[in-house]
């Protein structure tokens, strides 16, 4: 069965640093994945979206890489605030892309 | 207000008990759907509907029901609750422009079956 995996153990960094979180998935071919971030009591929301002829793609701070050799997206950020602790999200498309498979996420937390 | 809007926010029911969450949008998308979050385990997809006229099983169906009573409005009943459905729920929506199907999530409901 399709299968996604983000690292369940928390990310603590310090502020400034850059903080990477993983996403691996198997027994799949996405034609794209997509990164969410959601605060405590909050919905996700939507913050990048990379397709699998696309390398890397960057948004201000932050910046997604998509390997399909691999099965697996790398999600960065640079100079980390504490503003950017939260749990982040990967999402595959499934099922001709009516639909999203979520993984568990991965909380970020950046020490002043 | 919020664009996508879900009611109540927090509810506590007991085992048997029939309830109904609901969501509401006001971004125009024909494509809306109900997932369940439990730690862990991440967004599970319960249903999802097309338009007013399709509604579709997700990964997670057994015990839940929906209804479109109209393209802003998407029901999640659970006819006869039991303590393993407790969870956070989430309603989302998408206009599915360009194959992108990006999702637009409501803020959620923390139900409790006790």
């Known amino acids: 069965s399709q299968k996604i995996e983000q690292n369940s153990e928390a990310l603590n960094i310090q502020e400034g640093k850059t903080a990477t979180l993983t996403c691996n998935y198997t027994n799949y071919s996405p034609a794209y994945l997509q990164w969410y971030r959601q605060d405590p009591g909050r919905g996700p929301v939507f913050l990048l979206l990379i397709r699998e002829n696309e390398k890397e793609k960057r948004k201000e701070r932050l910046k997604v890489t998509f390997d399909t050799t691999l099965k697996q997206s790398l999600f960065h950020i640079t100079a980390s605030q504490p503003a950017d602790s939260a749990t982040y999200l990967c999402a595959l498309a499934s099922g001709g892309y009516n639909k999203l498979i979520f993984g568990a996420g991965t909380r970020l937390a950046v020490h002043p | 207000d919020a664009d996508v809007t879900q009611t109540p926010r927090n509810r506590i029911t007991k085992t048997g008990k029939r309830i109904m969450l609901e969501c509401s949008q006001t971004?125009?998308?024909?494509?809306m759907y109900w997932y369940r979050q439990d730690p862990g385990l991440g967004l599970r997809l319960i249903y999802y509907s097309f338009d007013v006229k399709d509604i579709n099983k997700g990964e997670i169906s057994d015990g839940y029901s929906v209804s479109r009573q109209a393209q802003a409005k998407f029901s999640l009943s659970l006819e006869s609750a039991i303590p393993n459905q407790t969870a956070l729920y989430f309603c989302?929506?998408?206009?599915?422009?360009?194959?992108?199907?990006?999702?637009?999530f409501g803020a959620g409901t923390r139900l409790s079956v006790l």
């Open positions: 971004k125009g998308h024909d494509r």
């Open positions: 989302a929506t998408s206009d599915f422009s360009g194959d992108k199907n990006i999702q637009y």
